[in-house]
Every structure is written in C-alpha cells, then in structure tokens.
C-alpha cells in the first residue's frame, strides 16, 4: 500500500533559499503554461504542453538553478487541473477553471522519481542540493520512498514522502460495534458511554487573531513590517489547525483501533454552516474532515464504516423502544419518551440507535459494545 508521512524540515539559511528558489519556478512555470492555453484559439493538450515547456527552458535559463523534474512536473499538475475542469463541465457542474498561482500561498513542489530524492535516517536529499536538510523525525514507514511533495506554510518547510510500504499495524482486533453521534458541544458521544469534548481553539483564539488581523491593516502594503504582521497571522491559523487536527486523530484513530463496526451519522455539513449562528462552530469542529480520517483509517485496518441515511432520526427515536418523538427539535438535550417513560440524552440516545443502525444494515451478529464508566 501506498502512505505518505509529512514531516517538518530544518534546513540552514542556504537550503531554505534553494527551496524557495524551487518553489518560485515551480510558480512560474506553471503560469506561463496556463497563461499560454488560455489564450483564444489555443487549445490544451498534454503534446502541446510538452512543447511549450521545452521553450519555455530556453526563454528562462535560470530554471537550471533547480532540479529539472521542479518545473517539469508542471506539465502534469496543469494535465490533471484540465482533466477534472473538462469532466465538471461534461457532468454540467460549476467547472473550476484551473486558476494561476499566488506567491505565498500553497507554495509547493513534487520530485515524483525515485532517483532524485532519497531518505537516510533523519536527513533527505534532494537533486541540486549539495547537503542534506535536517528532518524534525525519522520515517515513519520502512519500504520504498516513491515520491515527495515539498510544501511551505506559515514559514515553515515539510516534506510530504509517499512510501510504498506493508508495515502499517491495525494496533487491535476487535470484534465489537460503535454508534458516534457528532456535535458542537461535544464533538464524538460513542454509544459505549466514551464522550469527546470540542476542541473549538478557534473560538478560544478569537481575540488574538482580531489583534493580529487590526494591526496587520494598518501596515504599508510591500513594506517589511506587513510581512511580518502577516507571517505573525499565518502562524498563529497554522497554530490553531494544527490543535484541530490533533483532536480529530485522537478520534477517529480510537474508533478505527477498538471497533469493527463504526456507524456515524451524514452530515449535511454545507446545509448546517448556513446557519449563521453555528457557522463558526460547525467549521471549527471540523466534522467532514473527521469523517474522512474514520474512513481512510477504516480502510486501512479493515473496519467496516456505515453512514446512516442523511434523514434518519436518530436523536427522535427512543433508544429503548423505538418510538419516535417529533417533538425533540435543536436545543433539546433531555426528554422522555411518552411511550415507555424512558429518561434520554439526545446525544448518547442518538449514539446508541446509530449502532443498532450499523449492526442492522451490516446484518453481522456482532458483540454488544461495552460501556465505558
């Protein structure tokens, strides 16, 4: 299998100039080749492309500095921006005309053959480069290093390494099922009692970032104080991603290591932001992301994942009976259930119908979770 480990670099002043250098061509390059297929009359093909960028090697000599394969690669990234803008225009979708690159923004490259790049221990070498750039840690997978992906965010440098490996351990092998009920206030309830409390950090950050931001806008624009306060934002989002992450791996990594069954709920994640008032906190929770980490980490150790349909009702229905209360609506934590008296938490009463939801779909005589006190 094929699994990609990102790790911050430590490079000296010299290595981090060759790195922007590397990522400015990149840059460039992909540009000129956009700017030239956007013109009228000109249309794109990978062959044309090729051309063009054997001329474009002459016009700009100072491509040399790097390692070919930075600005070659170009060819193929803007291959696979016009591919998936041609399939959205045939299904009729909104087509997402490949956009030129920003300065600043997702600065990135890609060494994709083996030979130009290699791993030893905590260093990497990359072609051009005459020393080897430090690794804040090792590799994390033993195997085959495919390709690396060079990337810079909030003036940091990670390099993303794809391994061709089969050393990837699923930790346990449970043969047990779970429900998880996703929330603002608490971000995973688990139907075996384990709650997972929000990490909104940024909430919790607000106001530094509106004091960053303010004196940010009273910068001059290009002067050297303005890319300092905007390097001093940048941190401080990268800070507040980085707490988010953390939160959603701690999740979605004890679901995936402890149960065979996940069943989780299909959020209308876009319906639920146009709700102003919960906007913010939908977005910070982060529930799309946390559920594409339950799901690949699924796959992985060969959990089985069930998404309930978008309009089930599992906070309405009682967990005991199943009976349904139309009368449970948004702000309502605790009820009871006319028909059997039973006392509910919307959350848990929801978690637990989810995982007799997972077990029925999947038709598996499973074992009954155990609650955890």
């Not at 300092?228 to 940048?234: F, P």
């Not at 978008?310 to 309405?316: E, L």
Request: with cysteine.
């Amino acid at each position: 299998m094929l699994l990609a480990h990102k790790i911050e670099l430590r490079p000296t002043e010299q290595q981090a100039e060759y790195l922007d250098r590397a990522c400015g061509s990149r840059r460039h390059a992909f540009n000129q080749l956009l700017a030239h297929f956007s013109q009228e009359g000109i249309k794109w093909s990978k062959k044309a492309a090729n051309e063009k960028y054997k001329a474009l090697r002459i016009e700009f000599p100072w491509y040399a500095e790097v390692s070919q394969r930075v600005t070659r690669n170009t060819v193929d990234d803007l291959h696979n921006a016009f591919t998936h803008f041609f399939r959205r225009v045939k299904k009729g979708e909104k087509p997402g005309y490949p956009r030129f690159k920003k300065r600043g923004l997702h600065d990135s490259f890609a060494l994709r053959e083996k030979p130009k790049f290699d791993v030893e221990g905590r260093t990497l070498r990359i072609e051009k480069l005459n020393t080897r750039i430090k690794m804040r840690e090792a590799l994390r997978f033993t195997g085959i290093p495919c390709q690396v992906t060079i990337s810079k965010r909030a003036d940091k440098y990670f390099a993303s390494i794809l391994v061709e490996t089969q050393d990837y351990d699923p930790k346990a092998q449970s043969s047990e099922s779970v429900g998880v009920d996703f929330g603002i206030k608490d971000l995973a309830i688990c139907s075996n009692g384990k709650t997972f409390a929000a990490n909104q950090k940024l909430k919790h950050s607000l106001k530094r970032l509106a004091r960053k931001q303010r004196a940010l806008s009273r910068k001059t624009k290009g002067s050297n104080r303005r890319a300092k306060a905007k390097q001093a934002v940048a941190k401080l989002h990268y800070r507040i991603s980085n707490q988010r992450l953390a939160i959603l791996h701690e999740v979605s990594d004890y679901l995936t290591a402890n149960f065979s069954v996940i069943a989780i709920e299909d959020l209308n994640v876009r319906g639920m932001t146009k709700n102003h008032k919960l906007a913010r906190a939908v977005n910070d929770a982060g529930f799309g992301m946390l559920r594409q980490f339950i799901e690949y980490k699924a796959e992985l150790r060969q959990r089985e994942v069930v998404i309930a349909d978008r309009f089930f009702p599992s906070s309405k229905t009682c967990s005991a009976c199943g009976n349904k209360n139309d009368a449970v609506v948004l702000g309502v934590q605790w009820w009871d259930c006319p028909s059997c008296k039973a006392h509910h938490n919307r959350d848990f009463n929801a978690s637990v119908n989810l995982d007799r939801y997972g077990r029925d779909t999947l038709q598996l005589d499973l074992k009954p979770y155990t609650r955890v006190a």
